[in-house]
């Protein structure tokens, strides 16, 4: 049976590919090649997954300037978690083993607490743009993790970029923080190892559970601790805030926290993974533009190349890890690349 996501190219006779199509964890696998209708409808979705992840930073710098950062960063998860609920139900999804669910606390320890609740307290005093830059490291943040994870050997240009790249984001971090380094800027770093720990889990995951019932369940089994910060939050500040805000929070929970993964998952389902993936790269970019036009942020010298450093250490990462897992895999091409569950980050 292939794995949720993948791409299997099997044998029906010499000479002949099985077109059959099956469904797998919700997600629809194709045997053969990838087709030129379906490619571009796995970049479509893919890249609607990063248009709205590129908004997250924005909104969450937008929501925090009148609402507790803790309910922000808990809140959108308890939304999210009722949405996730309804849509394992109305599917039927299966349950997971109690060692998946061990497996699922971490993804939800990274995705859904440590991710959203690092930003937004960082997000207080930190701009949306330099948030953007530090947080542009994840792809390749999230490559070392499934590296770690998966005990691959991508060679040693895959860890030049990735050390480079998070020197570059320290750099950064340090540039960019008149004075040194912040405290929003260690939150910012502690949010992308959170993420990337937990998209790394997710990814391995996600072959068995199925792509977005992983971050489904991830969401629901994190409920009880994201509902009880929620409830803190609400006990010790008023719950007060303009229409922008509401609105802000709003996107966060239902489309940060579940419809952009509907649509990132799916895009990844229908493939071509490699490819797909790449769209993430162009999401720091987005968020960086968001920035300048919806809150006005001047874009710095050092923001820019800074920016464009770490995205192109990035990009060379996520490259060499796809070609060298590709290789490995070779001939049953189709390996699911856990850094392609990044956007994230939302």
Known sequence: MPRDGEWTARCAAPGQQSGRMQRASGSVVRGGPVTGGLMRGGLVWGGLGVLAFSFTVIFTRIAVAQLDPLFVGAGRAVVAAAIAGIALVATRSRLPSPRQAARLAIVGGGVVLGFPLLTSFALTTAPASHGAVVIAVLPAATAVAAVIRTRESPGRAFWIAAVVGAVVAVTFALAGGAGGVHASDLLLLGAVVAAAIGYAEGGVLSRELGAWQTISWALVLS????????????????????????????????????????????????????????????????????????????????????????????????????RSTARASAPTRGATDAAAFTRSSR
């Open 223 to 322: 409920s009880p601790v994201v509902v009880a910060l929620t409830a803190v939050s609400a006990m010790r500040t008023p719950i007060t805030a303009d229409p922008a805000a509401w609105g802000s929070f709003a996107y966060l929970a239902v489309v940060s926290m579940f419809l952009g993964f509907v649509a990132w998952y799916r895009g990844l389902a229908i493939g071509p993974m490699a490819r797909v993936s790449q769209l993430q790269l162009a999401q720091p970019v987005l968020s960086l533009a968001w920035a300048a036009l919806l809150l006005g942020e001047q874009l710095t010298a050092v923001t820019v190349v800074g920016g464009l450093a770490v995205i192109a250490c990035a990009a060379i990462a996520v490259t060499v890890r796809q």
